[in-house]
């Protein structure tokens, strides 16, 4: 069997297995995503493309529209990363393209959903009032209720807050459809680049997690929403949540680099030192778990514009 064959053979099951079993979906569309990024290496641009042609008439004739989204988070970014690997392109490069096409694509759905339904002021109340009953339900049910109440919380109360943050979850909806078009674009990224380890492949490989450092617009992406968030603070505009929206998608980026940058820093104190950094990481975590969390993120950040990495060798010398 040809590299094209099995390419085609594997897709195209993954692709059967998404349209047929909701459960298995997110796991069939990752190996989907290898499949279409490996691709790149081994096919040439014109097998890449019927490959994902034929996929293509697959997903839409069993499923329909309802495979929409997965197309855009998994297929259509590792595509363009395979292709950008048929041209020798780097790790890095290629997470740089398929980040931005995600983030393209995820923000052309939205701005789609959002001019058509106008979700915001019609169908989403009905829709939030429905799940806040059914939640009262559940827990009525689980006789969690009678706990609330012996708290001084009554049922309205609960209601009330329950509608907070429903309405909370549904304006940062953009924000939870970017992180997880990023993430599909690492996880598909980072298991392609373990499978070439695997196999000996001298391809997609990366720097070590300590030695990763934020890329610098995602500082900008930091500072905008700050911006933009305090500027809309009390009066709830549009702009508001557009910065809120930044803020929550950049926040997961800043402690996946933040967090890098501790490693980094712990590998080179003494042992004394680390016992003592330990100590004082799990106390602060337990008793102020979101301080903790921010200055994790402004590690990343900050590490991103003063390069702690690259001013080490200069003391050095």
């Not at 692709?15 to 079993?21: A, E, F, G, P, T």
């Not at 929403?225 to 009390?234: E, F, I, V």
């Not at 080179?268 to 008793?287: D, G, K, P, Q, Y």
């Amino acid at each position: 069997m040809t590299g094209f064959s099995k390419a085609l053979a594997l897709s195209s099951a993954a692709c059967l297995v998404m349209c047929v079993s909701p459960p298995l979906a997110v796991i069939s569309a990752i190996i989907w995503g290898i499949t279409l990024l490996l691709g790149g290496n081994f096919l040439g641009r014109g097998q890449l493309f019927l490959i994902l042609g034929l996929n293509l008439l697959l997903l839409f004739g069993v499923a329909g529209n309802s495979i929409l989204f997965l197309l855009l988070i998994f297929g259509l970014p590792s595509f363009i990363m395979g292709l950008q690997l048929a041209t020798q392109k780097g790790y890095y490069e290629l997470q740089i393209w398929g980040m931005l096409s995600a983030i393209l694509l995820v923000s052309l759905y939205l701005g789609m959903a959002f001019y058509y339904s106008d979700p915001y002021y019609k169908i989403i109340p009905e829709q939030i009032n429905r799940n806040v009953e059914e939640s009262i339900k559940i827990v009525e049910d689980s006789g969690m209720l009678q706990f609330y109440q012996q708290q001084g919380l009554s049922q309205e109360e609960l209601k009330t807050e329950l509608t907070a943050i429903y309405y909370w979850a549904y304006r940062h909806l953009a924000a939870w459809y970017y992180l997880e078009a990023m993430l599909a674009v690492f996880v598909v990224l980072r298991l392609g680049a373990y499978v070439c380890r695997r196999n000996g492949l001298v391809i997609l490989e990366h720097r070590p997690y300590s030695d990763e450092i934020m890329p610098w617009p995602v500082a900008w992406v930091v500072i905008a929403g700050l911006a933009l968030w305090l500027w809309g603070q009390g009066q709830n505009t549009n702009w508001y949540y557009v910065g809120s929206n930044l803020l929550m998608t950049a926040m997961p980026i800043t402690l996946y680099y933040g967090i890098a940058t501790l490693v980094y820093l712990w590998q080179r104190i003494s042992v004394l030192a680390r016992r003592l950094w330990s100590i004082a990481l799990i106390l602060t975590i337990l008793i102020f778990p979101l301080p903790a969390i921010i200055s994790v993120g402004l590690l990343g950040l900050f590490d991103s514009l003063l390069e702690y990495r690259g001013r080490e060798p200069k003391k050095e010398e």
